[in-house]
Structure formats: structure tokens, C-alpha cells
């Protein structure tokens, strides 16, 4: 089992910043990816981002050049910097650790508000 503990969400207006860090614990060892997804009113869950135990990134091309992955491997937590925040960025921010050992694990999700 991996438990997922999000933090950081919250209001901010247009143009603003957040932070949000997801904290990894369990059945962790082992190469694996950690991403963050969000999911709006009446929408889909999609992938924002995600990275890899060696680093590799990925994001959602409409978060690119404003929203930065990374992650600490030894405090095991995974960060999502979102900058230059618009209202369409407003959903639930879920994390997620896949790994082939362990599986696929869902963190319970951190509200995102952005106003205009």
C-alpha cells in the first residue's frame, strides 16, 4: 500500500502562484512516476504533469512554460509550482505514484480556485 498526502491548494487570483506538494509513504522502494491530475466541474480527470524516479517530465501542453514538476526523492514528495495561474486551471488536483511493484495510488485531492 503507498498513502498520498496533498497539500497546498487553495484561491489565488489570475497571474498568481501556487505550490502544491504530494507526500509519498508505504510500499514506495522501487523505480516509479508521480503525477498530478486534475479534474474540473463536469469534466474528465486529466494529467497536468508527472515524473519519473530519474527525472523525467512530462506535462499537458497548456500547462507548459507556466507549471514545473519536481520531486525530492529522499523526503519521497513530489511538487507541482503553478505559476501565472488562469481560471481555467480551477479543478481538483489529485497526485498519483505508479509503480510496477506497488501499483497505481491516488491521493485524495487539493482544491484549486482560480479567480478572475
Known amino acids: ?15 498568481g502562484s501556487l505550490r502544491l ?14 503525477g498530478w491530475y486534475r479534474q474540473a466541474p463536469g469534466k474528465q480527470r486529466e494529467l497536468v504533469a508527472a ?6 517530465t512530462m506535462y ?25 495561474m488562469k481560471p481555467e486551471d480551477t ?3 489529485y497526485c498519483k505514484f505508479t509503480s510496477l511493484n506497488s501499483g497505481d495510488f491516488w491521493g485524495r485531492g487539493t482544491q484549486v480556485t482560480v479567480s478572475s
Open 1 to 15: 500500500q503507498v498513502q498520498l498526502v496533498e497539500s497546498g491548494g487553495g484561491l489565488v487570483q489570475a497571474g
Open 21 to 34: 506538494s504530494c507526500a509519498a509513504s508505504g510500499s514506495i522502494a522501487g523505480t516509479n512516476t508521480m
Open 51 to 56: 515524473i519519473s524516479t530519474s527525472g523525467y
Open 60 to 84: 499537458k501542453d497548456s500547462v507548459k512554460g507556466r507549471f514545473t514538476i519536481s520531486r525530492d526523492n529522499v523526503k519521497n514528495t513530489a511538487y507541482l509550482q503553478m505559476s501565472r
Open 91 to 93: 479543478a481538483v488536483y
